[in-house]
């Protein structure tokens, strides 16, 4: 129990293009789910946290109208880079969060990360 | 900012016991601490959490200080397959967002 499904695994466009990813929780329910982004040898960091029906929360630094993010319903998300150019090319991951009691991974779960180079 | 603190990279024997240590003396009383781990290109691999007992699965030990100030990851026979970054991380098990810190790097030498 308690998978996440992110698609595409890896994906190349065109610079001014725009890109989406989708993240799905299979076999749960996610109340929240959270976008992180990872440049190489570095740490995962926070983008933006949703819950379903209402608007994003982003973190510092992040434009929101660069990366669009919809929670259409509790096992969807997804994250749109909108006019993408070479830097923000990185390893983008999604994460579900449901109560602990029902995750067998206490509540977080993650995707398998989508690899975005843009040309 | 992430709450926790690890060494950078730590090295160990095949076969042996990997022991991951992990410092977070800000945690509050309704935090667990979380244990994930990241091999190259995938996604965050979830390992064990717990709130203040130590924890065992059939991956590893997690031992609490009873302060809970600190915590150990234990990976009680590491072969090279757990080469991998692994983070320590506290978090509420609300829909709370977690924050990751850099994680230590394990390297298990044949």
């Known amino acids: 129990g308690a998978v996440v499904s992110q698609h595409p695994s890896r994906v190349i466009c065109k610079s001014g293009t725009s890109v989406k990813i989708e993240c799905r929780s299979l076999?749960?329910?996610?109340?929240?789910m959270f976008w992180y982004r990872q440049f190489p040898k570095q740490s995962l960091m926070l983008m933006a946290t949703?819950?379903?029906?209402?608007?994003?929360?982003?973190e510092q630094g992040v434009e929101k109208d660069k990366f669009l993010i919809n929670h259409a319903s509790l096992t969807l998300s997804t994250l749109t880079v909108t006019s993408a150019h070479p830097e923000d090319s990185s390893f983008y991951i999604c994460?579900?969060?449901?109560?602990?009691?029902?995750?067998?991974?206490?509540?977080?779960?993650f995707g398998s990360g989508t690899r975005l180079t843009v040309v | 900012d992430a709450k926790t603190t690890q060494p950078p990279s730590m090295d160990c024997a095949e076969g042996r016991a990997a022991n991951l240590p992990c410092n977070h003396s800000?945690?509050?009383?309704?935090?667990?601490v979380y244990w994930y781990r990241q091999i190259h290109s995938q996604g965050p691999q979830y390992i064990i959490h717990?709130?203040?007992n130590n924890e065992t699965n059939e991956m590893a030990s997690l031992i609490i200080t009873e302060d809970r100030k600190s915590s150990t990851l234990i990976l009680p026979h590491a072969t090279l397959r757990d080469t991998a970054v692994y983070y320590c991380?506290?978090?509420?098990?609300?829909?709370?967002?977690?924050?990751f810190g850099k994680g230590t790097r394990l390297h298990i030498l044949p």
């Open positions: 994460s579900a969060f449901t109560p602990g009691q029902r995750s067998p991974t206490g509540g977080y779960t």
């Open positions: 076999d749960f329910q996610a109340t929240t």
């Open positions: 949703s819950n379903e029906g209402s608007k994003a929360t982003y």
């Open positions: 800000t945690i509050s009383g309704n935090e667990y």
């Open positions: 717990g709130l203040k």
């Open positions: 991380i506290v978090g509420t098990n609300r829909d709370d967002k977690i924050i």
